[in-house]
């Protein structure tokens, strides 16, 4: 038997690189296997990962949306606010103008009167401007603002 073992191989250094190849050569479905799991292993960590990112963003994107609404529903109530407060302060400033511009248009009268009216003129207007300017006396007047800057 030996014989035809160095018939088909000239010196033993052939027939051992022979056995070598030929065990070597049996890993290779092995080998194959272990490639192919990897492979599908990496796949499936691929599409986990894609998916988990997916669910991530959609996570994250709903959030930003409830963020987004909240500021957008507190900027429409610091609107309202400001606007409600706005106008209270606005019919305010209204009314303290018309009274000094009434006081203006009194003290002018009553300087006019005593200036160029007649003694009967005087009289006939003095209880009128006398109540008005005793008005004007007891007014209480708000210098506060009806509406505070919060």
């Known amino acids: 038997m030996r014989l035809l073992i160095f018939v088909l191989f000239t010196s033993e250094w052939d027939f ?32 986990l990962n894609q998916a988990l990112e ?15 609404d909240r500021r957008n529903e507190l900027l429409s109530r610091l609107r309202n606010v400001e606007s409600c407060k706005q106008a209270t302060l606005a019919k305010q400033k209204d009314e303290l103008e018309n009274s000094l511009a009434d006081l203006y248009t009194s003290c002018e009268f009553v ?40």
């Open 16 to 47: 051992y690189v022979f056995f070598l190849t030929l065990c070597s050569s049996l890993k290779v479905p092995t080998l194959k296997e272990g490639i192919g799991n990897a492979n599908e292993v990496s796949q499936k960590l691929n599409e």
């Open 111 to 150: 300087e006019k009167a005593l200036t160029h009216g007649s003694e009967t003129e005087i009289l006939l207007v003095k209880k009128q401007v006398e109540e008005r300017l005793l008005e004007y006396g007891q007014m209480q007047v708000v210098t506060t603002p009806a509406e505070n800057s919060y």
């Open 54 to 68: 997916k669910e991530i963003n959609e996570a994250f994107d709903s959030l930003v949306n409830m963020i987004n």
